[in-house]
């Protein structure tokens, strides 16, 4: 009869372990959960602002090649930096 006792005393401290297990498991579930909805947030902001970037930056080569090739002064310095933003923006995204 011991040993019966003994091994039911085992499998309710296994249940319990058990049980255990799956509450941590569904809040490391919940959390990365959370994890990924955020960073899908982040993904659409990251995303907009590149498609914003882009047309500024259109809409300034636009404007250097209707000028002639005459840019206002620190017009190319302003697309560098545009470019190297949306460098910046797309490097976040593959990350």
Known sequence: MNTLT?????????????VREHVTLRAKATELDAEVRDHHRKEEVLRARVTELERENEV???GRSAG???ADPG???RIDELVN???????????
């Open 68 to 70: 002639g090739g005459t």
């Open 6 to 18: 003994d091994r039911l005393q085992a499998v309710q401290e296994q249940v319990s372990r058990l």
């Open 85 to 95: 933003e949306i460098d910046q923006c797309l490097a976040l995204l593959k990350a």
């Open 75 to 77: 017009t190319k310095e």
């Open 60 to 62: 300034l080569r636009k």
